[in-house]
């Protein structure tokens, strides 16, 4: 029998929870979860409606969902994606599509090492927010993106992922803290971060 | 303006405001504000931009927070430290790279499948 | 990844030893599973549950063929076998059916079909 890899062929279909702790390939096509503690590999070709929790992660295909990796991400050429992505790696070959929210966790470490300005908002509350619950009150990255059209556009794409599982992917996806990216404004609190008051610091 | 040489912002200089133009442009130094340019943004890696950007090109190697609109691409390279929106019809992230934020792109899904939201 | 393929003759599919699949498995390709289903297994061709394997669910198959633990209604267009070792509870459908020694069945079985 050779080789224990799990493959879900071309022509198979899987709607339900998959969980292991082997190497999963899917050529053909899954909805609903996969939580595995190794590698998951979408091919070309095959569709994955899932939240994804894996330890690596290597998309040609289709994946709809969030996803979760404790190692890294490789979207290449012809992946296309719609999820939010929490992985303390991630590569975007030139081509690939992606829609969604990224979050590479110790971005912050790093922030943080550089520059002991106000790093502001610690880990806590991102940790329950850590799904797509949009832009404005999000403690987590992109504070920086809530314009009024920003705000509009994560609108869209938050509902999009009511991620179920996203408490214990938050668990998983926030390694140390999640990038609350110090802003040069200080206290970062509010609502509607500093890029949404476009204050141009002028003279 | 005009003319083929890139504008260039050194390493010790620091630009608050707008700028705009179709020239391309590389930063090595600072800029807060807004940037709109017709033309290839480089932010190189000792670079900070705090700005809402537009440019129809974007090579990212330094700190970029800020919206980031990209008409034809944006590339985040692998010393690059991005926070905030990228959006850009073709957007590369290279291995090393640290981004947090979202990334907007039109994705065709396949028929039969539905982004999530319905 | 396309190395096994056609020469293997287990299948397309394969449900590796650690994993768990709870939901339902269709296609079109023979699938063989060596891990724990729960669910349903409903394909058009033909399903191998090998030893260690687990399968909590009602399977239908062209072939089905058993080694593992089969807990379920198994309906097989072809034959249905139970091998050696293989454990079988629930009811059986197939115009042909084979129980090797060894093997442990309980339940109804329908070759009238």
């Known amino acids: 029998m050779a080789d224990k890899e ?86 975007m070959d030139a081509g690939a599509a992606y829609r969604g929210r990224v979050d590479m966790g110790d971005i912050e470490a790093a922030r943080a090492a550089v520059a002991s300005r106000s790093v502001a908002k610690p880990v806590a509350s991102s940790a329950s927010t850590a799904k797509a619950s949009t832009a404005t009150n999000r403690p987590a990255p992109p504070r920086v993106a809530p314009t009024p059209k920003t705000a509009a556009f994560a609108a869209k794409v938050a509902p999009r992922f009511v991620a179920p599982s996203a408490s214990d992917r938050s668990a998983e996806s926030a390694p140390a803290a999640p990038p609350a990216f110090p802003r040069v404004a200080g206290s970062v609190g509010s609502a509607a971060p500093a890029w949404a008051k476009k204050k141009i610091r002028r003279r | 303006m005009a003319s083929e040489d890139p504008c260039f912002i050194g390493s010790k200089t620091t630009v608050r405001g707008q700028v705009s133009g179709k020239q391309d442009l590389v930063v090595e130094g600072r800029i807060e504000g807004h940037i709109r340019l017709e033309s290839h943004l480089t932010v190189e890696e000792s670079a900070t931009v705090e700005a809402d950007i537009e440019a129809t090109m974007a090579t990212l190697k330094g700190e970029v927070r800020g919206p980031v609109v990209a008409t034809r691409s944006a590339v985040l390279e692998a010393t690059a430290r991005v926070a905030g929106k990228v959006k850009a019809p073709s957007i590369t992230i290279v291995d090393g790279a640290r981004f947090s934020g979202e990334i907007e792109m039109d994705v065709e899904l396949p028929a039969g499948v539905v982004a999530g939201n319905a | 990844m396309a190395k096994e393929k056609e020469t293997k003759p287990m299948g397309n599919t394969v449900i590796g030893s650690s994993i768990v699949v709870d939901g339902e498995i269709s296609g079109e390709e023979p699938i063989t599973i060596l891990g724990t289903v729960k669910g349903k297994v409903a394909v058009a061709q033909g399903v191998v549950v090998e030893a260690g394997a687990t399968v909590e669910a009602d399977i239908e198959g ?7 633990k089969v807990t379920g209604n198994v309906t097989a267009r072809e034959k249905l076998e139970l091998r050696p070792e293989s454990k079988m509870v629930g009811n059986a459908k197939a115009p042909r059916i084979v129980v090797a020694d060894g093997a442990s069945f309980k339940g109804n079985v329908d070759m009238d079909v």
């Open chain 1, 6 to 91: 799990t493959v879900i062929g071309v022509e198979t279909r899987i709607s339900g929870e998959i969980r292991g702790e082997e190497d999963l390939v899917v050529k053909g096509r899954v909805d609903g979860k996969i939580h595995l503690s190794h590698a998951l590999t979408v091919e070309k070709g095959a569709i994955v409606q899932a939240d994804v929790d894996v330890r690596n992660l290597v998309i040609s295909g289709t994946l709809v969902g969030n996803i979760v990796a404790s190692e890294s991400v490789r979207l290449l050429a012809t992946a296309r994606v719609v999820g939010d992505l929490a992985a303390p790696r991630v590569i």
């Open chain 3, 62 to 68: 062209q072939t089905v063929t058993v080694s593992g």
